[in-house]
């Protein structure tokens, strides 16, 4: 029997009350006792207490616009516009009220959803007490009759709904057209590109480089390109990638190091070239690693199923609190609307942090541990299975670098990718090579894991499955009727547990799985030993990195018991790998003839089949003192006790890169800073192409097509003292005077950036004091995200912003929102980072000069792309301030210099050369002259003169 509801609620001062009565709303003024709703427009207006008369509206607009990332702090209207314009509808005139609207619509699509999806989700919402949701339990006690009553364990949902698969690029109408005449003249004035683009500008540099591009594709030659900043580098590589494809009908992948990047390409480079080549139906895929879509298998276990999946999550929601299973709602109702399964296009509620959110995640995501592959029911319609083959099928593939180079590896391990139909590369970003390529192929090791791959195993060897699977006597279920008798019948099944050929299987497979428990245990005690070292390594120290490489920086006793701590585990996991890996090669398989038949076993099966091989490379690799890798250990104390983490990577990455370039026809490898000094023997160093011939790569340096000279000035305070890491007081108080001295000359419009949190922290402490109120001082990590910084600086006067590491690259501020632009030292990288010091010894070792070689190539480098900041078009100006007065006075400072685009540095004293740039920049006066017209004669050189 449907029952009647009211429910009140305010809007622009006005009181309603909507009633409900046989399926239907009716409004009237007045006010009611029963239900309150309440729109949340902000956190600060949240309210603190729920009771049984509060219904808030957010929290279920937020299911129906999973990926609205700030539904809580939306207007109401604006919900009600984008629901109108999905249904392609004018809003209902009835009720007047903004708040009786939304509701009412809300109301109306969560009563046409799943009745099994909704039945599920208020049960969780009244067991749970989450009145942020009580509208669904409210519907769904209204509608008692509509919908059916399902328990938790009981609600399977529909198959997922498939994308239309992608039948590729039509027929080419570029026929007549030459490639080559095409590359030429795209981006001259009056042709494809100034015909595409509104805001199109002439560089005859973008058109060079297109042309090198082209060159490299047509050829099959690999290119290193240097395209300094404002070529535009994205549209030069784009057209001949897209103009490739189409005349080979193959896919040319773009790889970029940041999300950044991959935006711009998708949201306004991609669409111009493509309305440049509009003759070409081009399709485009942006493809992400499997743990960025969701496996509809492992939800389905882990949110609705009966299994120890099912329980791992309520556990975790538990731990979590209400914002945890808020999110496991609108995760289910997030799979029930989504179309191509990206987990990053999905909302997440107030109150969760991003680490727990990671935890839920990861317990629905399609991770390559637990996939069932072919044997998976939802195969053909998997969204990472589905994304891969679109990707397979397009034009251009836009993907990160740590995605390709993980698709490398697999494809090294035979495994089939998307790498297997593609043989032209662009490699955006490409000065961030050396470092990708080493965390791809980093394994680790931890003591949170040893005790996750302990409980993993326990629990599976107790699963009543696998038990009557291996018909053992404490067996409980009869799950499998045929088990004993194939037990019994073990003489026809041959398999081998322990490596014997020949041994009776399941006789050993039940003997076996009692003595994995014991080696487990003892698995679980290695582990607490090697906490005990490590508690008594730190000692008063809260944490400390160890390096276990030999030759090598070392604490050689240290080391030495950790590899023994290390041996020990390794010879109990052997143990367990080879009994239950036998064991798991009975029940479980990929051809579908396994003795136990059921997804979630299947899934916590596979998960612990792929972490046995994980745990034998990284163990081998961290007792074998090999001179092709780096082995280390980070310690610390945490609030869970000691946490420890092993790694190993590779000692160089040039092999692994020169072997994905041979296996390649060609690759673009292009960045606005490739070289260091002007020269290109560094990364080809780093990469492992010092030995390629020209006719195999070639290298090209573009400059920049602004106009430096007029444009920007680069100042060195060569009077202040240099960075002394015993006393590092003075050089703070120096750079915390001069930074605001800088901002209140230019009235805010500054960066400061820092090679440390420490260094930030130290001069941010000394700065507060000295800000005028007309200034802001924002920080880095203390003031907000990355982007809401950014923003800040863009909106607002008088903004001084202090950045570290990532706000050397990819932070874009064109205008005159960035005027001045602080580089408190060089940026020399951390060598007590284990494997750079590592890298560092092996070049040492060889005869060579570490620090010229290595230290001073890479940091030059990354000058550079600090120096690309401040100068983002040509009607840009700005000065750049470097306080590290080293640059000046030590012979390597010339490597930095010449990675500059023009001669525009000069050096003197702070109390005249500052001055002097802030005239020049207030003045607009952009000739060479008007800087030195300030400074005294003598007290200021270009820094040419002063280290020549």
Not at 31 to 50: G, I
Not at 201 to 207: L, P, T, W
Not at 546 to 562: F, I, Q
């Amino acid at each position: 029997m449907t029952r009647s509801i009211t429910v009140s609620f305010s809007d622009a001062g006005d009181k309603y009350t909507l009633e409900y009565s046989n399926g239907a709303w009716a409004k009237s003024q007045g006010e009611s006792v029963e239900y309150s709703a309440v729109w949340c427009r902000s956190k600060k207006e949240r309210l603190r207490e729920y009771s049984e008369n509060v219904i808030e509206i957010a929290p279920v607009a937020a299911l129906r616009f999973p990926a609205w990332q700030r539904i809580e702090e939306a207007d109401p209207t604006d919900v009600l516009k984008r629901i109108a314009t999905e249904q392609n509808t004018q809003q209902s005139p009835d009720p007047s009220s903004i708040l009786g609207k939304l509701f009412i619509e809300l109301w109306r699509w969560l009563a046409d959803a799943d009745p099994n999806l909704i039945g599920w989700a208020s049960e969780i919402v009244a067991r749970n007490e989450l009145s942020q949701l009580a509208m669904l339990t409210l519907l769904y006690d209204t509608e008692y009759d509509a919908l059916k009553r399902m328990s938790v364990s009981d609600y399977i949902p529909p198959p997922p709904a498939a994308l239309p698969k992608s039948k590729g690029a039509r027929e080419s109408s570029l026929k007549d057209f030459s490639p080559d005449s095409i590359v030429s003249t795209a981006f001259q004035h009056e042709d494809r590109l100034s015909r595409a683009m509104d805001s199109f500008e002439y560089r005859a540099e973008q058109g060079e480089m297109a042309g090198y591009a082209w060159q490299a594709f047509s050829e099959e030659h690999h290119l290193m390109i240097e395209a300094g900043t404002g070529i535009g580098k994205s549209l030069a590589y784009l057209i001949p990638a897209m103009l490739l494809s189409d005349f080979k009908k193959l896919p040319v992948i773009i790889s970029t190091n940041t999300i950044n990047l991959q935006e711009q390409l998708l949201s306004n480079d991609i669409p111009a070239a493509q309305g440049a080549l509009s003759e070409i139906p081009f399709s485009i895929t942006l493809l992400k690693g499997r743990r960025h879509y969701f496996c509809r298998l492992r939800a389905r276990e882990a949110m609705f199923g009966k299994g120890d999946l099912a329980k791992r999550m309520t556990d975790l929601c538990i731990v979590r609190g209400d914002a945890a299973f808020e999110e496991m709602i609108r995760l289910a109702f997030f799979q029930a609307q989504t179309l191509d399964g990206d987990m990053d296009t999905a909302s997440s509620p107030q109150g969760l942090s991003m680490n727990d959110r990671r935890s839920l995640l990861q317990a629905v995501d399609c991770g390559g541990q637990t996939c069932l592959r072919r044997r998976c029911k939802f195969r053909e319609a998997c969204w990472f299975y589905q994304a891969r083959d679109r990707a397979m099928r397009s034009n251009i593939v836009v993907m990160n670098h740590a995605l390709l180079f993980s698709l490398f590896a697999a494809e090294r391990n035979d495994a089939e990718t998307v790498l297997s139909k593609v043989n032209h590369f662009v490699l955006d970003e490409a000065h961030n090579l050396e470092d990708v390529i080493s965390d791809q192929f980093t394994t680790e090791l931890t003591g949170q894991g040893m005790i996750d791959f302990a409980n993993n195993v326990l629990r599976l060897l107790d699963n009543a499955l696998l038990i009557d699977a291996l018909g053992g006597k404490d067996s409980n279920r009869a799950r499998d009727k045929g088990a004993k008798e194939r037990a019994a019948d073990d003489s026809s099944k041959k398999k081998d547990v322990d490596g014997k050929s020949g041994a009776p299987s399941f006789a050993d497979a039940v003997e076996h799985r009692s003595e994995i428990k014991g080696y487990v245990k003892d698995w679980i005690k290695a582990k607490r030993k090697i906490d005990k070292w490590a508690s008594d390594y730190l000692g008063n120290r809260r944490n400390a990195d160890l390096s276990l490489t030999n030759p090598g920086p070392r604490d050689e006793k240290a080391a030495s018991k950790l590899e023994n701590l290390i041996e020990n585990a390794l010879r109990l996991f052997n143990e367990v790998k080879t009994r239950l890996t036998g064991i798991l090669s009975l029940v479980a398989n990929e051809d579908g003839d396994g003795f136990v038949d059921d997804d979630g076993f299947q899934t916590e099966a596979n998960m612990i089949a792929q972490d046995i091989e994980d745990y034998a490379y990284t163990l081998a690799g961290l007792t074998f003192n090999s001179e092709e890798t780096i082995r280390w250990t980070k310690l610390a104390f945490t609030r869970e006790g000691i946490g420890f983490r092993c790694f190993v990577c590779p000692l160089e990455v040039g092999s692994i890169f020169r072997e994905f370039l041979d296996s390649q026809a060609s690759a673009v490898m292009t960045s606005a800073t490739l070289t260091a000094g002007g020269e290109f023997d560094y990364l080809k160093s780093r990469l492992g192409m010092s030995e390629l011939p020209e006719s195999t790569l070639k290298t090209i340096r573009l400059n920049t097509p602004f106009d430096m000279e007029n444009q920007a000035r680069v100042i060195i305070a060569d009077d202040l003292p240099e960075p002394d890491f015993a006393n590092m007081e003075p050089y703070h108080d120096a750079v915390a005077r001069v930074a605001v001295g800088v901002a209140k000359g230019f009235k805010g419009g500054t960066l400061v950036l820092f090679n440390s949190y420490a260094d930030l922290d130290a001069v941010a402490e000394r700065a507060e004091s000295l800000v005028s109120d007309d200034l802001v001082l924002l920080c880095q990590g203390r003031d907000g995200s990355r982007d809401v910084l950014k923003g800040r600086m863009r909106d607002e006067d008088g903004i001084v912003l202090f950045g570290t590491r990532s706000f050397w690259e990819g932070f874009d501020m064109p205008g005159k929102a960035l005027r001045a632009l602080v580089l408190t030292r060089m940026p020399f990288a951390n060598f007590n980072d284990p494997v750079l010091k590592a890298r560092a010894a092996a070049i040492k070792n060889q005869g060579g000069n570490d620090f010229m070689e290595f230290s001073v190539p890479q940091a030059a480098m990354r000058f550079a792309q600090g120096f690309g900041r401040l100068i983002r078009s040509r009607t840009d100006r700005g000065c750049i301030f470097i306080l590290d007065s080293r640059i000046g006075r030590k012979h390597y400072g010339r490597v930095f210099i010449r990675s500059l685009p023009a001669h525009i540095a000069h050096a003197g004293n702070t109390d005249r050369i500052i001055p002097a740039a802030i005239k020049w920049y207030w003045s607009g006066v952009g000739d060479s002259e008007s800087l030195k017209q300030d400074v005294d004669v003598g007290a200021e050189k270009t820094v040419d003169d002063r280290i020549s």
